[in-house]
């Protein structure tokens, strides 16, 4: 039982230590291509000049290193390769990111070829000259190796491979430093959304009183045709009803124009004159044929009572 508890307690303190190493993890490094930006921190533009091996400049942005990081350290995080001397170690680099390699013949001053195999310190007309400088600043020549040399951030690192030259002849590399730019602030989707206000915006026309805010999209705006018969009697034109004296005026409805159209009887088209019920003839000429024949009877009764 004792030894179960020992061998419990001996896992918990390994969890622990590794809770903490976990805990107290240096940061990532990150690169990318392009020269550090105002938003890069603890960051330097690596610029590497093939110079006379030919493949041109390439520029780099060494960010997020840790405190105390070195050229070496800078090389890593933009992931190009580096090799020491057999001798020298890494005091001093003969090949950077695979150049020159071992099967690459160099032409010295002179017209010899020379093959570099990193044995010892390659010659001073075939080297990788080490250079720094500050933004906008121009490269300065350093002397100390790029494993014991700590960057400066925000600052440039630069690397030149010399060719024919001499000591104190190599060349600097042909990317001159620049003062690091602020990267503008991203454009929300809302913001390129939004389409701009309107300079001139139409006021919205007010209804006038009286008025149908909503018409009907069928009904004409004035009814050519009397209205029907109905249980509220319209209201009769000045043309069909005068002024009269015996009653006072009766306040008329709204006219038509002003309020909502009455619709139009669709089964009864006939005005009021044509809209006589045919009992009614009948009962006329009934009447009237009763006149004419009791006319006619009483003038014969006349003349046989005389």
């Known amino acids: 039982m004792l030894r179960l508890k020992l061998q419990l307690a001996l896992v918990v303190v390994a969890l622990l230590g590794v809770t903490a190493t976990s805990a107290v993890a240096a940061p990532p490094t990150s690169g990318r291509s392009g020269a550090c930006t105002g938003a890069d921190n603890n960051a330097v533009t690596v610029v590497i000049d093939y110079q006379g091996l030919g493949g041109g400049t390439a520029v780099y942005c060494a960010s997020n290193l840790p405190a105390g990081a070195t050229g070496l350290d800078a090389l890593t995080a933009i992931g190009v390769s580096y090799q020491g001397t057999t001798r020298d170690g890494l005091s001093f680099v003969c ?8 099967s690459e013949k160099i032409t010295l001053p002179g017209g010899q070829t020379y093959q570099e195999t990193c044995a010892s310190t390659p ?94 999209p069928t009904a004409p705006a004035t009814s050519t045709t009397r209205p029907s018969n109905t249980s509220t009697p319209a209201s009769p034109t000045p043309q069909e009803d005068p002024t009269s004296t015996d009653s006072p005026p009766v306040q008329s409805e709204p006219s038509v124009a002003s309020t909502t159209p009455a619709t139009p009887d669709k089964e009864d088209t006939n005005t009021p004159h044509e809209r006589t019920s045919p009992w009614a003839l009948i009962g006329s000429i009934t009447l009237v044929s009763f006149l004419l024949l009791s006319g006619v009877g009483y003038v014969i009764y006349r003349r046989w009572t005389m």
């Open 95 to 102: 090949r950077v990111n695979g150049r020159p390699s071992s």
């Open 123 to 216: 010659p001073s007309t075939a080297y990788w000259s080490y250079w720094w400088a500050k933004q906008s600043g121009p490269w300065g020549y350093t002397s100390q190796g790029a494993g014991q040399r700590q960057v400066v951030f925000g600052s440039y690192e630069g690397w030149s491979f010399s060719l024919g030259g001499g000591i104190g002849q190599a060349p600097a590399p042909r990317h001159s430093p620049v003062a690091w730019q602020t990267p503008k602030p991203a454009t929300t989707a809302a913001q390129t959304s939004a389409p701009p206000p309107p300079k001139n915006t139409p006021a919205t026309p007010q209804t006038p009183a009286g008025t149908s805010r909503n018409p009907s």
